[in-house]
């Protein structure tokens, strides 16, 4: 740019401040982030530990959880450490690398959701072809296929912010660095960054939410035709927990980049942010493990 940048740093306004206010929400989060860490480590132990859980199903569950521990890592100990000592300011450098890596993983896991949605289907909707088309081989491409393209997608992006000049103000506001709270404090022409986000974020996540959604279309449909009542409440509740959080990411990932926002206060963002990079982290391991047979057995073990 003509003008450098002269913002050396950043502050995250975070949800507001005062000190009673601060250490309630540092103890919120940071239960929270133990949480999440705790119940998706475990899942990663029991996945690799018990032979059992060596199946398709589990192999993808496990890298969700995997990836659910980098996310919030990437989030929640900095945001913690603004709560506890007060000082919120994060480099130019740190808060790029932040929204790096939370952008990779996000796409990765719009990726690895449908992934999973689309080996439900198999298994329920063509149990015979199963074993053999969702195969080792093909288990170990589609996961590297969700991480790869997760971040390459928001290479693009990250090197488009970067080129950004900021000349202040400084104060982001929102609680970690996003793409559209960032490109709104630039004081260069943000107009073709703006766009490319909200293009990469549509194509990251609505092609995968579209592949979801019909996957679980397919297995009520299926589970429906299903003659007893208990196989049918048992299938469904698999499915209905899965298509909610589901439902939840997307939902608030598709509000926050791609319905365009000249106009859209920040605050509403910052809500709908927390559904995917607070809560479902959180919420995943439970709703994809808890209701499963599978688990229960070798967490007996």
Not at 199 to 211: E, T
Request: charged fraction near 15%; hydrophobic fraction near 45%; aromatic fraction near 12%.
């Amino acid at each position: 740019g003509k003008n450098g940048t002269v913002v050396t740093e950043f502050i995250l306004l975070g949800f507001g401040n005062g000190p009673e206010l601060d250490s309630l929400l540092f103890l919120v989060f940071l239960s929270v982030y133990i949480a999440t860490v705790t119940g998706n480590t475990f899942i990663v132990a029991l996945v690799v530990a018990d032979e059992h859980l060596h199946t398709p199903m589990y192999f993808f569950l496990g890298n969700l959880a995997c990836l659910e521990i980098c996310y919030s890592s990437d989030i929640l100990p900095r945001m913690l450490l603004g709560y506890l000592g007060g000082d919120r300011r994060i480099s130019v450098g740190g808060c790029l690398t932040q929204y790096y890596f939370f952008g990779c993983l996000a796409a990765s896991e719009c990726y690895l959701l449908a992934v999973m949605a689309y080996d439900r289907y198999l298994a329920v909707c063509k149990p015979l072809h199963y074993p053999s088309q969702m195969n080792g081989k093909l288990c170990l491409r589609l996961g590297a296929a969700s991480w790869v393209s997760g971040f390459l997608s928001n290479s693009i992006l990250t090197s488009l912010i970067s080129r950004l000049d900021f000349c202040g103000p400084n104060e982001i506001e929102h609680f970690f660095c996003d793409s559209f709270p960032l490109i709104k404090l630039s004081c260069s022409d943000t107009h073709v960054a703006g766009l490319v986000t909200s293009v990469v974020a549509g194509v990251c996540s609505l092609p995968p939410f579209l592949l979801t959604f019909s996957s679980y279309l397919y297995i009520i449909t299926t589970v429906m035709r299903i003659p007893s009542a208990a196989g049918r409440r048992k299938a469904f509740s698999t499915c209905s927990s899965h298509l909610t959080v589901v439902i939840l990411f997307y939902w608030s990932i598709l509000t926050t980049y791609v319905i365009p926002h000249r106009d859209v206060q920040m605050s509403t963002n910052k809500f709908f942010s927390v559904f995917y990079t607070i809560l479902t982290p959180l919420v995943n391991p439970l709703i994809y493990s808890l209701r499963n047979k599978e688990v229960k057995e070798a967490l007996r073990k």
